[in-house]
């Protein structure tokens, strides 16, 4: 309806650019196709248009020139004529990057079973849109997750969490997992690591040793020594493992008592992962690890990632908006467009077949 | 050396060794002016004790980030039906104290459980909210003390005999009964050990709780409550949990204080109940983010002793230069809230 009114008014007012963003974003495909013929007719009466979409076969189709931006940065501008929707993909991507090296001298242990199954799940996040994921994990695989800002990857985990109302069916080592319970998720032997690592991951006023048992002093009961019949935290115990695990993950402090507060970005997510691992999960998500982290803590972030999947055998579903890192680490990578998957790829699948699969267009290039 | 007295300054704060020092100062001139000072220091434990309990009462909603409880008027009600009902059916001595506090308590948890689903009802505005609560409800009572079914005659007003009077008398079997257990005195001073023994009992008790299951629980909503939910932790069961404690604490701090006292007080009595305790603990270093043990009885300890001597010294300077009158309530009125202003205008705390 807006769409059409401002298109009619473009046709009285004397008006000689419009802009779309996303235009086709709310349309069916057949009000989508009858947008773009008026928008072909409008270029015919000497009206400008400027049209953006992540939907290349809709870019291809109406524009005579194409201009591709990444990261905030113009990447090409091509002629329709000179250029295919395997190009633009292509450039999307950005093939030019090498992978991170993470040191892996172990191999994974895949195994046949499905560890974690999910059927329909719908979650309803602001700015996240997940409608209808079907997926399974299996059992010592890590699992990337990517696709474009908004189209629903974030809110996978979240909705699982419990964080955010969801609707569907999960099975976990088949078992229904009860949704809309953060308890029962914590209970059932799954970790969440938030990409809101300040305003959910952490209690920043709380000194790091506190951070790191709370979940799993609450869920699990470490962590703790009777006292008269009441159960209490046991803080000498408390103190050892944290100083432990400090030193296992690298995390610069002055020691576990110091605040959340005063530590980097990096740091924080060590702690923030710290908790996790207390918890010992059988799978953990971790939603945007790197996010907001110095290059040195990135690497040392992803590499211990890698060293919980291939030691313990933990299976992981990485969520990153940074397709570089998914391929790094990920055995597996499932693209999310329009909140559903529309391709799951091997890590060493060609660029363009990642920029078709988060533009939607799934397997259509050989 | 330097090194410990420095963080020894920084962990006590700067503002409670101005005070401390103040109150040095004004000890030292209580003795020159000739006032009693043995008498204002014995007087000042007296009302340490006394107090310490409503004080200790404001913890558990500072902690699970409920703010600072101004409805703890509602409680003190509770604590009052106990004694009142006690004096009706002219119960007296130790059994008093413990019919009082069964029923006190039991109402508390009743009250407090309605107390706190209001409260999570009107998140984010919980001290304002429960500033009008502890007043309507305070005023509510006046009837209920008015028109509840008391006949004791030492307890009805005697023209028409219905309805309470508002100040009763506790039998001298009730009265100080606490403090007077195993008190003692040291240099003249007479230490009321019963009351000083239940509450440090009673901190000892919540510090351990702060270490279960329920209390950490209570920390975590406390300081990030998204966090909290994360964890799986009810972040509203915590809050309703920290209320109810919260009014229990203040419902048996008003047994206390009452015993000590000597009098039990209706009507309109328990209306200001909230402020001074307020007061207590922002003195003794709390903000609405942090508040721990140390700065209730710190703060107790402080401002006590600060209202107890400041008063006497000042109204005898004021005599000794030769006006009349008795500035005491002002002062008292003007420091308490004072400090509650200045403790809302930096609720980042430090």
Redesign the interface.
Same mark, same amino acid.
């Given at each position: 309806m807006e769409i059409a009114r401002e298109v009619d008014k473009s046709k009285n007012n004397n008006i000689k650019v419009l802009v779309f963003d996303e235009p086709t974003a709310v349309l069916t495909e057949s009000e989508a196709g009858n947008l773009l013929k008026i928008l072909k007719q409008l270029t015919h009466k000497g009206i400008s248009i400027l049209f953006i979409s992540h939907r290349l076969d809709e870019v291809l189709q109406v524009s005579d020139r194409v201009v591709v931006l990444r990261d905030g940065e113009k990447i090409a501008e091509k002629n329709q004529s000179e250029t295919n929707i395997i190009e633009i993909a292509e450039l999307m991507v950005g093939r030019k990057l090498k992978r991170l090296e993470v040191i892996t001298e172990l191999k994974p242990q895949i195994e046949d079973s499905t560890i974690l199954k999910i059927n329909n799940l719908k979650v309803s996040m602001p700015g996240e849109y997940v409608n209808g994921i079907n997926l399974e994990i299996k059992k010592g695989e890590i699992f990337g997750l990517g696709g474009l800002a908004g189209h629903g990857k974030v809110g996978i985990a979240n909705g699982i969490?419990?964080?955010y109302s969801s609707s569907g069916e999960v099975w976990f080592q088949d078992k229904p997992l009860q949704l809309n @319970?953060?308890?029962?998720?914590?209970?059932t032997g799954l970790a969440?690591l938030?990409e809101d690592r300040r305003?959910?991951?952490? %209690?920043? @006023?709380?000194p790091i040793n506190?951070n790191i048992c709370?979940?799993s002093?609450?869920?699990k009961?470490r962590f703790t020594k009777n %006292?008269l019949g009441?159960?209490?935290?046991n803080?000498s115990e408390l103190n050892d493992y944290s100083k432990k695990i400090i030193s296992d993950l690298d995390i610069r402090c002055l020691g576990p008592h110091q605040f959340v507060r005063a530590l980097s970005g990096g740091n924080q997510q060590k702690v923030c992962i710290a908790r996790a691992l207390t918890m010992e999960p059988k799978l953990l998500f971790v939603s945007e690890p790197t996010r907001g982290v110095d290059v040195g803590a990135k690497q040392k972030i992803l590499e211990v990632l890698v060293n919980l999947n291939r030691r313990l055998g933990m299976t992981i579903v990485f969520t990153s908006s940074e397709l570089l890192e998914l391929r790094s680490i990920s055995d597996r990578i499932g693209i999310v467009h329009h909140g559903q998957i529309a391709d799951i790829l091997p890590p060493d699948a060609p660029d363009v077949k990642f920029g078709l699969a988060m533009s939607g267009i799934k397997g259509a290039v050989q | 050396m330097k090194k410990t007295l420095l963080s020894l300054i920084s962990t006590i704060g700067i503002p409670r060794i101005i005070i401390a020092g103040f109150l040095t100062f004004l000890l030292i001139t209580a003795f020159v002016l000739g006032v009693d000072v043995n008498r204002l220091l014995s007087d000042s434990l007296v009302r340490i004790g006394r107090n310490g309990l409503f004080v200790l009462a404001l913890l558990p909603t500072l902690k699970a980030g409920v703010g600072l409880n101004f409805g703890l008027s509602l409680g003190a009600i509770c604590g009052l039906i106990g004694l009142v009902l006690g004096l009706e059916l002219g119960i007296t001595g130790i059994n008093h104290i413990l019919l009082a506090l069964v029923i006190g308590v039991l109402l508390a948890v009743i009250i407090g459980y309605i107390y706190g689903v209001l409260l999570n009802q009107t998140k984010g505005q919980e001290m304002m909210v429960g500033n009008y609560i502890g007043f309507a409800t305070v005023s509510l009572m006046c009837t209920f003390w008015l028109l509840a079914p008391f006949r004791n005659p030492t307890l009805v007003w005697a023209i028409g005999g219905r309805g309470l009077r508002t100040t009763l008398v506790l039998p001298g079997e009730t009265s100080q009964i606490i403090d007077n257990f195993l008190s003692f005195s040291f240099f003249g001073l007479n230490i009321p050990t019963g009351t000083f023994v239940l509450f440090f009992l009673s901190c000892l008790l919540l510090y351990?709780f702060f270490?279960?299951?329920s209390g950490?629980?209570m920390?975590?909503v406390g300081?990030?409550p998204?966090?909290a939910?994360?964890?799986?932790?009810?972040e509203n069961t915590i809050r309703i949990q920290s209320v109810v404690l919260s009014t229990v604490l203040a419902a048996f701090g008003m047994i206390i204080f009452a015993q000590s006292f000597g009098f039990v007080q209706l009507y309109m009595a328990p209306l200001m109940l909230p402020f001074p305790a307020i007061a207590c603990i922002l003195i003794g270093g709390a903000s609405l983010?942090?508040a721990t043990l140390l700065h209730v009885i710190i703060g107790t300890a402080l401002f006590q002793t600060l209202l107890t001597i400041t008063l006497p010294v000042v109204t005898q300077v004021v005599a000794i230069s030769g006006e009349a009158g008795d500035i005491t309530e002002v002062l008292r009125v003007i420091i308490s809230n004072g400090l509650i202003l200045y403790a809302l205008t930096r609720k980042g705390g430090d």
């Open positions: 969490a419990g964080l @319970n953060p308890y029962a998720f914590l209970n969440f938030s305003g959910v991951g952490l %209690l920043l @006023n709380e506190f709370l979940t002093f609450y869920i009961g %006292l009441m159960k209490i935290l803080q | 351990f270490k279960t299951r950490l629980s920390v975590a300081s990030n998204v966090f939910r994360a964890s799986g932790i009810k983010r942090k």
